[in-house]
């Protein structure tokens, strides 16, 4: 915009200079002057404008000739130079997020799945050129084919799976094989696949409540093994500890020798004779003849 009006200003200026040099306001009639020279000046800026492109941050530059069509080589940041005939298109070179974008697939059991999907993506600065081509704007370029072919890809993928495992387990391979898909088709427009991401998945009531279901009852399965896990696991340990306590038990009896035994005897006497002598029958108080 600046350089637009910047151009007119000089053409005016061009305009102008040329009537005062020519113009004899006098005789009032045409008439070479040398004041006509002073148009030289703007009329140079003008052309040199004409010739030199600038391409602002964040953006890459086209170029389009009337002679040649468009370039392939595409312009960066900065001043370039150029024909009077060339002109320079620009292109956002930011990334770019189209979101809330709902998509219908079916699955491979048949069902059908809606899904809201953001995606991000971001024009090439070397194949700007092929968006150019395609698609003159980015506008055009987000209309025609970056849910188009999002849709696409998600439509490919799910054909290969079932309606519980997308909504289950498998719904980060199913996002990977979508991403890869749509880095080849974007990159062939001249595009970078930055990122899809699925916030949102609605298969319908029937089908979330039988998803519900078959969780609960997996989970029933799960808490069932791990409790007999757990329990084969405490029978295993008593078993060691008792089998450890028999071992133990059984050295100990091998070591009790008839001599080992009279000695823990004699350690544990308290030098004290008995007292009573005889059979069950017959017993005997020896202890007054002791006292003797």
Known sequence: MF????????????????????????????????????ALIPLVLFISSMCVAVVPANTVGVKYSSFSGTSENTLGEGVHFKTPFDTIYEIDTTVQERT????????????????????????????????????????????????????SALSEVCTQYNIIDILGDKRNEVIGKASNLLKEKYASEGVTFKDLTIKDMDAGAEIENAIKQEAVAKKNVETAEQNKQIAQKEAETKLIKAQGEANANAVKTSQLTDQILIEQWIEKWDGELPTVSGSNNNMIDISKLLEK
């Open 100 to 151: 809330g974008e709902k998509i219908k697939v079916q699955t491979s059991d048949a069902q059908f799945l809606e899904m809201v999907v953001n995606i991000k993506y971001q024009v090439s600065s070397k194949d700007a050129f092929k968006v150019y081509k395609g698609y003159k704007t980015l506008e055009a370029l987000n209309k025609n084919i970056i849910a188009n072919y999002a849709q």
């Open 3 to 38: 350089k637009f009006t910047l151009q007119a200003i000089l053409l005016i200026t061009v305009v102008s200079l040329v009537v005062w040099g020519l113009f004899d306001f006098t005789e009032e009639k045409f008439k070479p002057n040398k004041r006509g020279l002073y």
